[in-house]
C-alpha cells in the first residue's frame, strides 16, 4: 500500500516538490498503478520520456521499474520535450505514454502528463491512480524496456507542414528563445533545416534555468528574446516553456502577442479551407478571439482551461484547432491534436512569410482592446479553490449573470472579468478585459472588491 501526497493527484498530471511531496517512491508507485490502469484498459505497451530537470533521469528509472512490475512493456524514448512523447505514442500506435517533466513550473518540481491510449489521462482516472496504490491492488508481471530513438523522424514529421519556398521567398530572420528547456535540441535540428537567418538562445539543455524561468506567459521571461528582436532588428521571436508545449510570440517592433492573438491569427488559414469549423479556446481568451472566429465564418467555442481537457473537447467536436491564453495551440488540422510549441511556431512562420508587414502587421489586423495579462496571485495550498467558491456563491447569491464552466467569468457593458484557481500551482488566476482603459479600470475594481471580500488583494493595475 502507498498513499500519494494529496497535493500531487492534480485535474490533469502529477505535480509536486522534489523530495517533499514528490519522490522516487510515489514515482514507483505511479508506474504500478498506470501500469495496472493500462493492462486493465486492454492495452500491453507505452512510451516513456523525460525533460531536463536533474530529477527526471531518476524519476524515469524509478517508474519503470513500477511499470515494469505490472507486465507492461515499455519504449524509452529519452530526453525530450512532452510533444515529442505525444508524437511517440501516435506513430508507435502505442497504448499510452508518460512524459516525466515538471512543465513551467520551478526547478525543484517535478511531475507526470500521461496518456491512456491516443487521449489524456485527467481528471477521475487520475485520482483512480490513487485508489490503485492506497488498495495495493496492482497487476504483476515481467515487462521489457527498450531505448528508441525516435528524434529524426519526429523533426522530419514537423518540417512536413513547412512552406519552404515562401520561407526561402521572405527569408525570415527569428530569434528562438528555448529557456534550457526540453525543446532547445529539437529547436536546433529545426532551425538548422530552415531557411532564413535563425539567432537561438539558451538552446542547450539545463533544468536549474539559469537565464530566466522557461514560462513565455511572464513577460519579463520575453525581455532577452525582444533584446536580442532589437538589437538584430529581427522580423520576430518565438519562446518556449519548459517542456516544449507551449509558446509565446513577439513581433519586430518587440510586442508580445499573447496566446488568444496567436490563436486569432492562426485561426484564419484553417477557417479559409474548412469553414464553419468549431475552433476551441479557453475561458482565459479575450471576447476578441470569439468574436474574430466568427467573423472569420468559424464557430468559437469557449471551454475550461487544461491542456488535457482542451485535447478531449477537440476530440469531441472534431475541431481543427484549439488554443488557451497560456500558449498551449492544439492542430488536428494536419497533425494529430495535441499541443507542440515548436510545431505551432513553424505553422505561425509559414502565415507571417505570406503576410506584408509580417507578424506586426497580423497583430494590428485584430481590433484593439485594453485587458490584462493573466494575473497570478499565489496563495497557500488549497486556499485558491476555497476563495474562488467563496466567490461563485457569492455571485450566485447576488443574482450575477456570469460563466461558472471554469471559476467565474463576469460579463458587464464595460467588457469582463474572470477568476479561477489553478490545476498545476498555488494560485489564483485572474484576467480582466475593457473597451477601453477608464472601462478596464472600472473592471478591474469589481473584481478587487470581490477579492477583497475574501481577505485577497488584487495588485495594482
Known sequence: MHKFNSTILREYDVRGIVGETLTETDALYLGKSFGTLIKRNGGQKICLGFDGRLSSPKMEEAILAGLLSTGIDVVRIGLGPSPMLYYSVYELDTDGGIMITGSHNPSNYNGFKMMVGKAGCFGEQIQELGRISTKDNFEEGEGTSEHLNIFDRYIDRMLKDVDMDALKKANLSIGWDAGHG????????????????????????????????????????LV??????????????????????????????????????????????????????????????????????????????????????????????????????????????????????????????????????????????????????????????????????????????????????????????????????????????????????????????NLGQQLKLSNIALPEL
Open 182 to 221: 526540453a525543446a532547445g535540441d529539437v529547436i536546433k535540428a529545426v532551425t538548422e533545416r530552415l531557411p532564413g537567418n535563425h539567432i537561438l538562445l539558451y538552446e542547450e539543455i539545463d533544468g536549474t534555468f539559469p537565464a530566466h524561468h522557461p514560462d513565455p506567459t511572464v513577460p519579463e521571461n
Open 224 to 445: 532577452d528574446l525582444q533584446k536580442v528582436i532589437d538589437q538584430n532588428n529581427l522580423d520576430m521571436g518565438v519562446a518556449f516553456d519548459g517542456d516544449g508545449d507551449r509558446i509565446g510570440a513577439i513581433d519586430q517592433s518587440g510586442e508580445i502577442i499573447w496566446g488568444d492573438q496567436l490563436l486569432a491569427i492562426l485561426s484564419e488559414e484553417i477557417l479559409e479551407e474548412l469553414p464553419g469549423s468549431k475552433i476551441i479556446a479557453d475561458i482565459k481568451c479575450s471576447q476578441v478571439l470569439f468574436d474574430h472566429i466568427k467573423k472569420c465564418g468559424g464557430d468559437p467555442v469557449m471551454w475550461k482551461t487544461g491542456h488535457s481537457l482542451i485535447k478531449s473537447k477537440m476530440v469531441e467536436l472534431d475541431a481543427p484547432l484549439a488554443g488557451e491564453m497560456s500558449g498551449h495551440i492544439f492542430f488536428k488540422h494536419k497533425y494529430y491534436g495535441f499541443d507542440d510549441a515548436v510545431y505551432v511556431a513553424l505553422r505561425l512562420i509559414n502565415i507571417v512569410a505570406k503576410f506584408e508587414g509580417g507578424l506586426e502587421a497580423l497583430r494590428k489586423t485584430l481590433p484593439t482592446v485594453v485587458n490584462t495579462p493573466e494575473i497570478r496571485i499565489e496563495c497557500e495550498e488549497g486556499l485558491p479553490f476555497k476563495v474562488v467558491d467563496e466567490v461563485v456563491n457569492r455571485l450566485r447569491e447576488e443574482g450575477a449573470e456570469f460563466n461558472d464552466l471554469d471559476g467565474a467569468r463576469v460579463m458587464s457593458d464595460d467588457g469582463w472579468w474572470l477568476i479561477r484557481a489553478s490545476n498545476t500551482q498555488n494560485v489564483i488566476v485572474a484576467r480582466c478585459e475593457g473597451k477601453d482603459r477608464d472601462a478596464l479600470i472600472r473592471v478591474y475594481e
